[in-house]
């Protein structure tokens, strides 16, 4: 008995050890290579067909979202704990699912599960793709390109086949996996870039100029303290250069816009003065509450996009028709949110044409609406966001990275306005160009920023197909090892 309870202790410290690699895999550290070999540990705790893998799955998901979440303990306090708790689910599932099948082809298996569940989680109840494996290589650009063809989800994909690759090496039963997987890691790695991001050599340029104006929106009350502060810092920086566009952040103006024309009538003069045009986050009106927006503005014209994907219990409650779980959360969290989804994705067009792809707050880690976007024409991303909530922690630089994995997936060029940072631009190929900074720092400074943003038109092959050849890969594969499972019985 004594000898069993020694083996499960160590079964459960090699899974936290799984959890903890995992951990400093993720943003804001840089250890992308951990992602490789990070699962080993939790591999090895693993025992043939039994239900004690879902424990340990479960203990490794646990630790990691625990630690990798924890900024959101300044919002939640210890009940954020239900969020890993519920994601570490998967983990459970994962590993139980993995070895309780037949061992012959698991490697192959094994991603096809992962696979699998990470769309699951990153739909199911609206869904939580903020940590899933991919963005784990966010600097990794030679992995980073692989978005191009199959998005984050395959990024994943392959991080659990070179884990299950090194665990299962050079052992006979897998000798064709090893082998098949190795080249197919190998010839990731050597891809060039030009054979996934094709480039027109004709694209249009915009000057863009990004303002982080450090004004934290948990601590400010008056909506007129982020807008006079940016307001200020863009004239300023207007009397100098010429942008064809500004960007403000999320909660640039955090009350209706609508209610206050003076402000709209004092921006469109701003943007006819310095002939550019501006585009902020605000709210506007819908029935019976308020749209999360982002607004372009220009001298003569006032186009809105209304956030589509809004932040669970922050900006709606799931099951808020319910009057019982409504009363339940009005009860703890002292307040019902009102704001409403938009209907429709909005691409800006500006005069000179070109078409600008908005995307407010967490709406940048979905894979689907980037894509969505793409396919209505738009040629670069907008992403303004207020972060100032997260605190100095691991929250924006998560964020941010996620825009590494979009610009990655459809070819384009993403740009980030920060209430408090991260505020900057990626490439196409998922390079961190320039972020704003001041001595060394990145959060809770203010700043300018401009760049030159190239228009791309083309699409990538993510962009047209989305998820489905890996989808079908994997429910195909996995479905023939559970066909050759009950054929066995």
């Not at 503005?297 to 589509?308: A, G, L, P, S």
Request: hydrophobic share 45%; with cysteine; aromatic share 14%.
């Amino acid at each position: 008995m004594k000898n069993v309870r020694s083996k499960i202790l160590l079964r459960i410290i090699l899974s936290i050890l799984s959890g903890v690699a995992f951990y400093f895999a993720f943003p804001p550290f840089s250890l992308w290579y951990a992602g490789f070999f990070a699962l080993i540990p939790l591999l090895l705790s693993a025992e043939e067909n039994s239900g004690r893998n879902f424990l340990f799955g479960m203990t490794a998901g646990f630790v990691f979202y625990s630690a990798a979440l924890f900024w959101l303990y300044n919002v939640a306090g210890p009940i954020y704990l239900l969020l890993p708790l519920f994601l570490s689910l998967y983990w459970g599932i994962f590993l139980y699912l993995v070895f309780v099948l037949p061992e012959k082809g698991r490697i192959f298996t094994a991603a096809s599960i992962w696979f699998l569940l990470e769309v699951i989680v990153s739909n199911l109840l609206t869904g939580f793709p903020w940590l899933i494996l991919g963005v784990s290589q966010w600097q990794n650009f030679y992995v980073l390109k692989v978005a191009g063809l199959f998005g984050a989800y395959g990024i994943s994909f392959l991080l659990i086949l070179g884990n299950m690759t090194l665990f299962y090496a050079f052992r006979k039963k897998h000798i064709v996996s090893f082998v098949l997987s190795l080249a197919l890691l190998v010839s990731i790695f050597i891809l060039p870039e030009n054979f996934i991001y094709e480039r027109s050599g004709s694209e249009d340029a915009l000057k863009v100029m990004i303002v982080q104006p450090n004004v934290d929106a948990s601590v400010e009350k008056s909506p007129y303290t982020a807008l006079n502060t940016l307001e200020s810092m863009t004239v300023v920086s207007l009397q100098y250069n010429k942008p064809d566009l500004v960007v403000w952040p999320e909660g640039s103006f955090p009350d209706n816009i609508e209610k206050h024309r003076d402000v709209t009538e004092n921006l469109r003069h701003l943007t006819g003065r310095y002939n550019t045009a501006l585009i902020m986050g605000t709210f506007t009106s819908a029935e019976s509450g308020i749209y999360n927006s982002a607004v372009l503005i220009e001298e003569d014209r006032i186009q809105v996009y209304n956030k589509n994907h809004l932040v669970p219990y922050g900006e709606f409650i799931i099951g808020g028709n319910c009057k019982i779980i409504r009363d339940i959360f009005e009860r703890i969290a002292g307040y019902i949110p009102t704001t409403k989804h938009g209907k429709e994705l909005t691409v800006f067009r500006l005069k000179s044409g070109n078409r600008i792809a908005p995307l407010i707050c967490f709406e940048n880690i979905f894979p689907s609406i980037a894509g969505n976007f793409v396919l209505k024409g738009a040629e670069m991303f907008i992403v303004i966001t207020n972060d100032s909530w997260f605190g100095r922690s691991g929250g924006p630089y998560q964020h941010f990275a996620h825009n590494t994995l979009r610009a990655a997936e459809t070819g384009k060029y993403f740009v980030q306005s920060s209430t408090t940072g991260i505020s900057g631009i990626i490439s196409p190929d998922g390079r961190i160009v320039k972020t704003v900074r001041k001595k060394g720092e990145e959060l809770f400074v203010d700043g300018i920023l401009f760049c030159r943003v190239p228009m791309i038109k083309n699409e990538t092959f993510y962009t047209k197909v989305g998820d489905i050849p890996l989808f079908i890969l994997s429910v195909v594969f996995t479905g023939v090892i559970l066909c050759r499972k009950n054929l066995k019985k």
